[in-house]
């Protein structure tokens, strides 16, 4: 069996709690193995997109010192109190203590109203291919556009979301993955790209893509998802855990891309010789 990477931040936090304010496979785990790709110095802005309880916000802001926007624009559909998503965040900040670097805010991609060039970095796991899902390639590609746009140049999006192998859907899970339409199992056919097309995805609309690739541990995030994620452990028998299982990362993963957003090109003019009152890179007059 191979090793696992280990997590020494996300280890500390215990995962029925983890899984019952994340959404996802990998809870803080995914957190952690994207936030050490992205340089994050301490008190760098930081965009989270799709913050669902805002878990791995507070985990970002906790951890690695950065001031974390979160934005979601729904209510948590399980909620019996039928509460905001970024209402949940603001009472998980209260609880982790980093109310005072955490900003819960309804929004979401790829009409979020920041200004151009916002934030230092950005984050977003497990939220854009439920948009794939339900509104089309199209959108999803505007929402990662709309990413683009609010960072600033140079500034790098940490991304992770379920996606499959590149292979063929096998034929017994078929029938559950294609059934229906919609971010739940049976609309996942829809949902989920390969690693390929999601960074063909990111180039289109203006990334530089870094690094792109399934998660080494994409299998033991999915197994820790059908244990401790509240419906799964609810119903181990059924279709979700069930499927999951038996998928067994033949055709599920979870792939990750870290992009950049390009800095401009320099327009440099003549050198200016040191004699002329210029130094090695100095511009010509007028250039910039
Ligand atoms: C599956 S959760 C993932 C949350 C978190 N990143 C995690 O992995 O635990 C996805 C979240 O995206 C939010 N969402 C849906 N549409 C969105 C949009 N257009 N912009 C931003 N967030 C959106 C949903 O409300 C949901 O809370």
């Given at each position: 069996?191979?090793?696992?990477?280990?997590?020494?931040?996300a280890s500390k936090y215990d995962p029925d709690v983890v899984y019952a304010h994340?959404?996802?496979?990998?809870g803080l785990k995914v957190a952690e193995f994207i936030a050490?790709?992205?340089?994050?110095?301490?008190?760098?802005?930081?965009l989270d997109v799709g913050t669902f309880h805002g878990y791995q916000s507070c985990f970002l802001a906790k951890e690695y010192d950065v001031v974390v926007v979160g934005i979601d624009p729904w209510v948590d559909p399980s909620d019996p109190e039928g509460l905001l998503c970024v209402e949940h965040l603001a009472r998980n900040a209260r609880a982790l203590s980093v109310d005072g670097s955490?900003?819960?805010?309804?929004?979401?991609?790829?009409?979020?109203?920041?200004?151009?060039?916002?934030?230092?970095?950005?984050?977003?796991?497990t939220t854009l291919e439920m948009i794939r899902g339900s509104e089309g390639e199209a959108r999803y590609r505007a929402c990662l556009a709309e990413v683009c746009r609010v960072l600033r140049p140079g500034g790098l999006l940490g991304f992770g979301e379920p996606?499959?192998?590149?292979?063929?859907?096998?034929?017994?899970?078929?029938?559950?993955?294609t059934k229906g339409e919609g971010a739940d199992i049976e609309g996942w056919a829809k949902c989920f790209a390969a690693i390929d097309e999601t960074t063909?995805?990111?180039?289109?609309?203006?990334?530089?893509v870094l690094e792109a690739d399934y998660a080494p541990d994409a299998q033991l995030w999915w197994e820790e998802y059908c244990q401790y994620t509240p419906?799964?452990?609810?119903?181990?028998?059924?279709?979700?855990?069930?499927?999951?299982r038996s998928d067994g990362g033949r055709w599920l993963s979870f792939g990750y891309v870290i992009a950049?957003?390009?800095?401009?090109?320099?327009?440099?003019?003549?050198?200016?010789?040191?004699?002329?009152?210029?130094g090695d890179d100095k511009p010509a007059a007028g250039l910039i």
């Open positions: 069996m191979s090793a696992h990477l280990t997590y020494a931040k994340c959404s996802g496979p990998g050490d790709r992205l340089n994050l110095d301490p008190g760098l802005r930081l955490v900003l819960p805010v309804r929004a979401g991609v790829p009409e979020t109203c920041f200004a151009d060039a916002s934030f230092d970095a950005a984050y977003c796991t996606m499959h192998l590149d292979v063929e859907m096998p034929k017994d899970l078929a029938p559950v993955y063909e995805a990111f180039r289109s609309v203006g990334f530089e419906g799964c452990k609810a119903c181990p028998d059924g279709e979700e855990a069930q499927t999951i950049q957003k390009p800095c401009p090109t320099v327009a440099r003019g003549p050198r200016v010789p040191r004699e002329a009152g210029g």
